[in-house]
């Protein structure tokens, strides 16, 4: 076996809960939340239920919840649609693999059922931890997000699947040697790319089900002693840094300084639902507004200065779907000025395809500047009609560790989602659980929790 693969899984079987600073925990709990949150309202969108009903016919009984229906079936399946709910919306968070919540939380809740001892909260919380910290550990090592997405690799299929498969090996107690191929098969499952950019595609929405699923699977297959190959992080052929590096790997950072710190906490909770790449900007123009009282009828202008890498990601103003209008940066600006915020019902088709909405689009100008970084924030201009001009860049956007979600704002996110889909006081059961899930004796009532009456 590979001398990195070895010592990854021996990190992934000796990680304890008493690794683990309080305020760690805490912030792991707080990104749990809200994965399920995110999820809840996720489940209820038109293509999640397409989703749902494509699969339909691959259903049987099984234990596993499906998050918000009243509906069960196995862990495979039940990773994957609880992680394309989990994703839909673009408001899970993210900083792991990317989207670590997305990935890792629908797994190892899709297996609790058929683990053979319960499992407590602080069992969960370290399978959760140990998830995070294998999937960005996977992207660091092929040279982070910029390096490996700029290849077309969509990092959070890519990475996720390990991080996954991880998490789910921990909590079905597996051994070292069944973490490795559980590591090595999910390495044949590493897939995902960002050809959904161009046209505003779905595939983007089932990458984190996918990640999930497929996670799930790896480690059931390995825990029935199906070998997985040993060689994935050597430098041969077919292997994983050959197959999905640019030239810019550094396997090292798989196993260097473990936990230290860990990889959860640099981690961001959304307060939008747009990619990330686009939350700084929204900061910043929130910031000259708020400071400067301009309102929309003052706004001449808007400038975005912004890197090559980020106006190829999103520099977009397709708008006929959902999942293309999430990813553009014109279209959350021009969102914000328009209806004073950039929520999950600006997202709605009726909202973004208002003829209103294409005159503020007009105003909108993004400039490519080479200088800038490919992880560097833009520079945000307003330019009013009376010639006053301000400009703001956010490198600390609101959700980031420096800059987190208030608490009080994180649970009125929870409340607001979870309660498209479930009743108030089942979402007030499950948000008690979830903030004192290092108390739970066994996290099946966290399961027990998403199911529609």
């Known amino acids: 076996m590979s001398d990195l693969l070895n010592e990854l899984a021996s990190l992934i079987k000796n990680t304890k809960y008493s690794d683990f600073s309080e305020p760690v925990v805490e912030k792991c709990k707080r990104h749990i939340l809200d994965t399920l949150g995110a999820a809840l309202a996720g489940s209820t969108s038109d293509i999640y239920q397409k989703v749902l009903s494509a699969n339909e016919p691959c259903m049987s009984e099984g234990c596993s919840v499906l998050w918000g229906q009243s509906l069960l079936t196995g862990p495979n399946l039940a990773a994957f649609l609880n992680g394309v709910a989990a994703h839909m919306y673009e408001l899970d968070d993210t900083g792991g693999c990317d989207h670590s919540g997305a990935v890792v939380v629908p797994a190892v809740l899709a297996v609790l059922p058929v683990c053979k001892q319960p499992v407590s909260g602080e069992k969960f919380i370290t399978a959760v931890m140990i998830g995070y910290e294998v999937g960005r550990r996977i992207l660091e090592s092929l040279g982070g997000y910029a390096a490996h997405n700029n290849k077309g690799w ?8 390990f991080g996954a498969a991880a998490a789910v090996a921990f909590i079905m107690d597996c051994t070292e040697a069944e973490i490795a191929s559980a590591l090595g098969i999910a390495s044949s499952f590493s897939s995902g790319n960002w050809a959904f950019i161009h046209d505003g595609s779905h595939t983007k929405k089932l990458h984190a089900g996918h990640a999930a699923q497929h996670g799930v699977m790896s480690s059931l297959l390995a825990k029935a002693q199906l070998q997985g190959p040993s060689h994935i992080f050597e430098p041969v052929w077919g292997g994983f840094f050959g197959t ?28 939008y639902a747009s990619c990330r790449g686009v939350h700084s900007s929204l900061d910043a123009l929130q910031s000259i507004l708020n400071t400067h009282g301009f309102s929309r009828t003052d706004i001449e202008v808007i400038e975005i200065r912004l890197s090559r890498f980020l106006h190829g990601m999103c520099g977009n103003v397709e ?11 014109p279209y959350a600006l021009a969102a914000l ?9 600006v997202y709605e088709e009726s909202k973004r395809l208002d003829p209103l909405i294409q005159a503020a689009l007009q105003s909108i100008h993004l400039f490519i500047d080479d200088d800038f970084p490919s992880d560097g924030e833009p520079l945000v201009t307003v330019k009013t ?3 006053r001009v301000e400009s703001c860049m956010i490198t600390e956007i609101l959700g980031s560790p420096k800059n987190p979600l208030s608490d009080d704002k994180l649970l009125e996110k929870f409340n607001d989602l979870s309660q498209l889909c479930l009743p108030p006081e089942q979402v007030s059961r499950l948000m008690d659980v979830c903030l004192s899930l290092d108390e739970v004796e066994d996290c099946l009532s966290v399961v027990q929790s998403l199911a529609k009456a």
């Open 319 to 329: 708008l006929e779907s959902l999942a293309g209008t999430q990813m553009s940066l």
């Open 154 to 161: 969509h990092s959070t299929a890519t990475c996720g699947v």
């Open 244 to 271: 999905h590096g640019n030239g810019q790997e550094n396997p090292e950072q798989l196993v260097k300084d473990w936990g230290a710190p860990w990889k959860i906490e640099r981690c961001s909770i959304k307060p």
């Open 385 to 387: 009609k009376d010639g």
């Open 337 to 345: 000025v328009h209806y004073g915020k950039a929520d999950l019902s």
